[in-house]
Structures are given as C-alpha cells and as structure tokens.
T-cell receptor
Framework: AQKVTQAQTEISVVEKEDVTLDCVYE???????LFWYKQPPSGELVFLIR??????QNEISGRYSWNFQKSTSSFNFTITASQVVDSAVYFC??????FGAGSYQLTFGKGTKLSVIP | KAGVTQTPRYLIKTRGQQVTLSCSPI?????VSWYQQTPGQGLQFLFE???????NKGNFPGRFSGRQFSNSRSEMNVSTLELGDSALYLC?????????????FGQGTRLTVV
C-alpha cells in the first residue's frame, strides 16, 4: 500500500526563522504525483504545489521552496522567514491510482502543525 | 469564481440517526471526492464521483454512501451513525480527477455524533 509519512507532528518557530517540513513516501508506481496542501483554521485545504515523479528539479516560490529527492523518497517543504500567517497544518499527499479507470485519490500524511510565534 | 461549497457547516446528530451532507463543486468540475478527517486517522478517502458515477471507493463500511447529480453536485449519506463517525468531512472538486489534478477543497462539514 502506498504511504506518506510526516514524522513531525508539531513544530513551533519564532517569526522570521526558517522551517522545513519533512515528508517521506512509499509507492511502487513509477509515475506518480506528490502534493503539499495547507489547512488553515478555517478548515479548507489549500493547494500549494504538485511535483511529478520525473521532475526532481527543486522549486522556489517566494518564501516557499520544495526539495524532491527520489533516491530517498522525500519531498520536503521549507518556509523561509516564517510569518504568523504561515501558522497552519501542512499536509503532504501522494496521488494514488484508484479502482475505477482514470480514477485517482490522494493519500495524505498525518500532517504537521506549524505554529509561528510572533 | 465561486469555490467549493459544503452545507451544512456544522451538524449534531444522535447515534443511530442518519445524515446527508451536500457539496457543490466549482463550476465546470466533474469530479467530486469526499474525505473524512479525524484526529486519530487523519485524512482518509471515502469515495469519488465523476459524471454521476462512483469511480472509486475507500475502505469504509457500507453505511457510507454518496451520489452525484447531473449538475455535478454531490451528496454523501451516513446511516446508523456511530460515535466514531464524528469528524470533519471534506469535499474536493477537480476538472477530471486525474493523477496530476489540483483538487479544490471546501471548508468541510463538522459532524458531531452524541
């Protein structure tokens, strides 16, 4: 079975510190997609990034950056100069093939709760 | 563009009752998925509907069911409620539900079973 592990349950940082959220996944598929979502207190999951299994190029978007390493099955997420508004639960997810043709589902990690202290 | 709308936002039900939750996807999205979120189990996939057909189902008992209408709106039903069904139920919509699809989530319905 496919699996996503986020070992860090909760992290607290002081504002302006950098923080890295870890994600390790398991899959037997050769083609797959990985995602990061953010869940603020309001409840809805907000899409942050997706990466396919053939694209190991790391990405930077403003204060966010992602490090995808297929050799270690890791897809880590770094926030630079954290802000209070970054406080949320962050989920890593793997797109998993479903039973129906053309169907896929997201397998989520348990999430990392990030608290940024002013 | 309106986002994914879930109603109601909060529900309190008694054990043994049944409940129906509603999800209105983003206009043009044909795939609707449902997830259950609990502190212990995290986010777990319930089922996915595409063009009114259930295309995929997670590992949940038959008490959990759903359907999708021709306008892509979806409902999920839970019969004979148990205390363990207390959770945040999230609906996600996407254009086609493919492997690389960005899913858009609603704010969820928080169900409390007493």
């Amino acid at each position: 079975a496919q699996k996503v592990t986020q070992a860090q349950t909760e992290i607290s940082v002081v504002e302006k510190e950098d923080v890295t959220l870890d994600c390790v996944y398991e899959t037997r598929d050769t083609t797959y997609y990985l995602f990061w979502y953010k869940q603020p207190p309001s409840g809805e999951l907000v899409f942050l990034i997706r990466r396919n299994s053939f694209d190991e190029q790391n990405e930077i978007s403003g204060r966010y950056s992602w490090n995808f390493q297929k050799s270690t099955s890791s897809f880590n997420f770094t926030i630079t100069a954290s802000q209070v508004v970054d406080s949320a639960v962050y989920f890593c997810a793997l797109s998993e093939r479903g039973f129906g043709a053309g169907s896929y589902q997201l397998t989520f990690g348990k999430g990392t709760k990030l608290s940024v202290i002013p | 563009k309106a986002g994914v709308t879930q109603t109601p936002r909060y529900l309190i039900k008694t054990r043994g009752q049944q409940v129906t939750l509603s999800c209105s996807p983003i206009s043009g999205h044909r795939s609707v998925s449902w997830y259950q979120q609990t502190p212990g189990q995290g986010l777990q996939f319930l089922f996915e509907y595409f063009s009114e057909t259930q295309r995929n189902k997670g590992n949940f008992p038959g008490r959990f069911s759903g359907r999708q209408f021709s306008n892509s709106r979806s409902e999920m039903n839970v019969s004979t409620l148990e205390l363990g069904d207390s959770a945040l139920y999230l609906c996600a919509s996407s254009v086609g539900g493919g492997m690389n699809t960005e899913a858009f989530f609603g704010q969820g319905t928080r169900l409390t079973v007493v």
